[in-house]
């Protein structure tokens, strides 16, 4: 195949990228976009901030814009992100406790509602742990350490459709200790029937240095207690081809890794710009980094 999203099709997978509204209007940008991914994930605005500026009064402008300009082609939408301690609106700074408890399960709901039954995964909750393993102190883990659960029975029943998800970054190590605390988390809500259904590993790389040679494990004993998983954010810095060869070809050897996203089109379009991390330069070409990756898929 001669895209990243046809190749990756050819062994059931999908290839996605993030996308920023403010740039759709950009043609070198959305033709790339639309004619090498298959699924889509609104970079920001899907996310609290964007989508309930005021106590409940939601916003979903500029997440139906990516929403309808995506299946308007053929291309499935990802949902990013219903809880997480960033790009929180800031009415919720005024609240702790229960209110705050209260007003996390009312967006997840609001949210939900909007787009029930059209995404294929909500990134339910985002980046909970610390890097040692526990859990991040934030104004949701103050409400209580059942936030987590909290927010995915919520949303099991605000859409019993859509797979839930729970993403985060450097959880791609399997002997570091946040993506043991994490596992953890996974496994005991498995034991205890708590609805989640995938776990998205970023995948924020630094070239240079080689893949962790245990990402392959990390992905099959996530799978193995029962979900899914995803490279749901990659990047590379300075476009490492073996890095990008590797990260594929360790999705490619699990069966339960269903898709790989990158997070943005065009190294310009990068929340980390200046390091070059993506498959297409500024210009819209396509880098070596890109031919590593499709020469992956093609070959599974
Ligand atoms: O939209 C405003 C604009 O009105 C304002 O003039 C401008 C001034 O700074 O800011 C604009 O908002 C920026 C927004 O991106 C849209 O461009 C924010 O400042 C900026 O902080 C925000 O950055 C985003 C970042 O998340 C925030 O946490 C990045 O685009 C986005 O790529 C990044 O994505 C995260 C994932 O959600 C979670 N995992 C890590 C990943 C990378 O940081």
């Excluded at 005024?94 to 059209?118: C, E, F, P, T, W």
């Excluded at 070239?207 to 749901?232: I, K, M, R, Y």
């Excluded at 999705?251 to 991390?277: A, F, H, M, Q, Y």
């Amino acid at each position: 195949a001669t895209t990243l999203g046809a190749a990756a099709a050819q062994s059931g997978r999908y290839f996605g990228t993030a996308i920023a509204a403010s740039r759709l209007g950009d043609s070198t940008y959305s033709s790339i976009a639309a004619r090498e991914f298959n699924m889509i994930t609104a970079e920001n605005e899907m996310k609290p901030d964007a989508t309930e500026p005021q106590r409940g009064q939601f916003n979903f402008n500029a997440g139906d814009q990516i929403y309808n300009w995506a299946t308007q082609r053929g291309l499935k939408v990802r949902g990013h992100t219903l809880a997480w301690h960033a790009q929180q609106p800031s009415w919720w700074g005024g609240l702790s406790g229960s209110g705050l408890r209260q007003a996390m399960i009312d967006h997840i709901n609001g949210v939900m509602a909007h787009y029930k039954g059209k995404l294929a995964a909500w990134d339910v909750v985002n980046e909970a742990f610390n890097e040692d393993g526990s859990r991040r102190q934030s104004n949701l883990q103050a409400t209580g350490n059942d936030w987590i659960e909290a927010a995915f029975r919520a949303a099991r029943a605000a859409d019993p459709s859509v797979k839930l998800c729970y993403n985060d970054y450097n959880i791609e190590n399997w002997s570091y200790g946040k993506t043991q605390g994490v596992y953890r988390m996974i496994q005991d809500f498995k034991s205890r029937g708590v609805p989640i259904d995938c776990v998205g590993l970023q995948t924020h790389f630094t070239g240079g240095s080689s893949l962790p040679s245990n990402f392959q494990t990390t992905l099959s004993s996530f799978a193995a207690l029962g979900v899914d998983v995803a490279l749901t954010e990659v990047d590379v810095t300075n476009s490492s081809t073996s890095q990008y060869a590797g990260l594929t070809q360790a999705c490619l050897n699990v069966p339960r890794c269903i898709g790989i996203t990158v997070w943005g089109v065009r190294d310009s379009d990068s929340w980390r710009s200046n390091e070059s991390p993506l498959l297409f330069d500024g210009g819209g070409n396509k880098k070596a980094a890109y031919t590593s990756v499709l020469n992956a898929l093609n070959a599974a």
